[in-house]
């Protein structure tokens, strides 16, 4: 494809879809400019050295509360693709609740899962509305679930907090990985206090933001991760990409500054700090990641750029091509599970 027809494609997808689902699920605040003066004082100015106006911040502010994703349903189970499951609950780090599945195997071998930010341990439902502004493909975690199951590994999979049915936490704030690093070592507490999985061979699944919590849980406890063999992550993302390219899309993307400080006002953080790039040298277990390469919400560098400052010399990238949508990626396993499959059975033996 062309490099211009691609940027084309992927300004209307942002356009036409990403941001009037930001407008659907967020309360706006929206200033009258008759009420309100057209020009907002900030701590830091525009690059350009104008005030922001008032049409321009209540932009800034809609995107803002994409830090407290709606939460989306659970829709379907293990037994929807019949497996038999349990379900079972713990607490993370911090004592959140975690409501999660236990999809039983014959063997001693354990994948710990979690998802991505606005989803769950079932996925997206990308086919329904208003989900499916935001993106309309579905994402089924349960097609991966039940091909590690076919292959022999126990499966445990839970929401993280402000996701699916786990509890509330940090105001309703997602920080991609800045508080839910905490759900991935209370994963991993159960799973070690467990009589049933306690002497079990570890693995983690853990797409995008799940994936961003795993690497700065191994930088900030790294003695849970003793018994952890493979990691398999799907899409590690840093914030600051995908939010550049969308406020740019509405005119505002010289007002980043703005948008951090919107974030932080509700509670979150700044988009740059919401990245894997600082924790992953940390990352001393064998990793296996995946990206499509022309994905519209990411930049190839930033994926090649954690791999490349990845702390273990035993790992793998490999590239989805022919495909722009991101959500594409989070399906991939289930429906191509070979690499995934020879990736744990190689270092989990």
Same mark, same amino acid.
């Given at each position: 494809? !062309?490099?211009?027809?691609?940027?084309?494609?992927?300004?209307?997808?942002? +356009?036409?879809?990403?941001?009037?689902?930001?407008?659907?699920?967020? @309360?706006?605040?929206?200033?009258?400019?008759?009420?309100?003066?057209?020009?907002?004082?900030?701590?830091?100015?525009?690059?350009? &050295?104008?005030?922001? *106006?008032?049409?321009?911040?209540?932009?800034? +502010?809609?995107?803002?509360? $994409?830090?407290?994703?709606?939460?989306?349903?659970?829709?379907?189970?293990?037994?929807?693709?019949?497996?038999?499951?349990?379900?079972?609950?713990?607490?993370?780090?911090?004592?959140?609740?975690?409501?999660?599945?236990?999809?039983?195997?014959?063997?001693?071998? %354990?994948?710990?899962?979690?998802?991505?930010?606005?989803?769950?341990?079932? $996925?997206?439902?990308?086919?329904?509305?208003?989900? @499916?502004?935001?993106?309309?493909?579905?994402?089924?975690?349960?097609?991966?679930?039940?091909?590690?199951?076919?292959?022999?590994?126990?499966? %445990?999979?839970?929401?993280?907090?402000?996701?699916? *049915?786990?509890?509330?936490?940090?105001?309703? =704030?997602? &920080?991609?990985?800045?508080?839910?690093?905490?759900?991935? =070592?209370?994963?991993?507490?159960?799973?070690?206090?467990?009589?049933?999985? #306690?002497?079990? =061979?570890? &693995?983690?699944?853990?797409?995008?933001?799940?994936?961003?919590?795993?690497?700065?849980?191994?930088?900030?406890?790294?003695?849970?991760?003793?018994?952890?063999?493979?990691?398999?992550?799907?899409?590690?993302? @840093?914030?600051?990409?995908?939010?550049?390219?969308?406020?740019?899309?509405?005119?505002? $993307?010289?007002?980043?500054?703005?948008?951090?400080?919107?974030?932080?006002?509700?509670?979150?953080?700044?988009?740059?700090?919401? *990245?894997? !790039?600082?924790?992953?040298?940390?990352?001393? =277990?064998?990793?296996?990641?995946?990206?499509?390469?022309?994905?519209?919400? @990411?930049?190839?560098?930033?994926?090649?750029?954690?791999?490349?400052?990845? &702390?273990?010399?035993?790992?793998?990238?490999?590239?989805?091509?022919?495909?722009?949508?991101?959500?594409?990626?989070?399906?991939?396993?289930?429906? !191509?599970?070979?690499?995934?499959?020879?990736?744990?059975?190689?270092?989990? #033996?």
């Amino acid at each position: 494809m !062309h490099c211009s027809k691609k940027k084309q494609k992927r300004a209307n997808y942002w +356009q036409d879809r990403v941001f009037p689902f930001f407008i659907s699920c967020c @309360s706006i605040l929206i200033i009258d400019g008759a009420q309100t003066s057209n020009e907002i004082k900030y701590e830091r100015k525009p690059k350009m &050295g104008e005030p922001i *106006s008032a049409d321009s911040l209540a932009i800034v +502010q809609a995107l803002a509360q $994409g830090v407290k994703p709606q939460r989306a349903p659970v829709l379907n189970t293990p037994a929807d693709h019949g497996l038999e499951y349990e379900d079972v609950f713990f607490a993370s780090l911090d004592g959140v609740p975690l409501e999660a599945w236990f999809i039983p195997a014959d063997s001693n071998r %354990l994948i710990i899962c979690n998802h991505p930010m606005t989803m769950n341990r079932y $996925g997206f439902p990308g086919h329904l509305e208003p989900w @499916s502004q935001f993106n309309d493909v579905e994402v089924d975690f349960n097609r991966i679930y039940k091909v590690l199951h076919e292959a022999d590994y126990n499966v %445990l999979t839970y929401d993280m907090r402000n996701h699916g *049915s786990s509890g509330a936490a940090n105001g309703g =704030v997602s &920080g991609a990985g800045l508080y839910e690093w905490r759900d991935v =070592v209370g994963a991993l507490q159960y799973a070690q206090n467990s009589m049933a999985l #306690k002497d079990m =061979v570890v &693995g983690l699944f853990n797409p995008c933001a799940g994936g961003n919590a795993a690497m700065i849980a191994m930088t900030r406890r790294p003695e849970y991760f003793s018994d952890v063999k493979a990691f398999v992550c799907p899409q590690p993302a @840093s914030m600051h990409i995908g939010m550049k390219e969308i406020a740019s899309l509405q005119g505002v $993307g010289e007002h980043m500054d703005e948008l951090d400080q919107e974030q932080r006002k509700l509670g979150g953080f700044a988009n740059k700090k919401m *990245s894997p !790039h600082p924790y992953a040298p940390n990352v001393k =277990v064998p990793t296996f990641i995946i990206q499509v390469r022309d994905d519209s919400w @990411s930049r190839p560098e930033d994926v090649q750029t954690t791999f490349d400052r990845l &702390g273990t010399k035993e790992k793998k990238l490999y590239w989805i091509e022919g495909k722009t949508e991101r959500f594409d990626g989070y399906n991939y396993f289930g429906q !191509h599970p070979e690499q995934m499959i020879e990736f744990f059975d190689t270092y989990m #033996k």
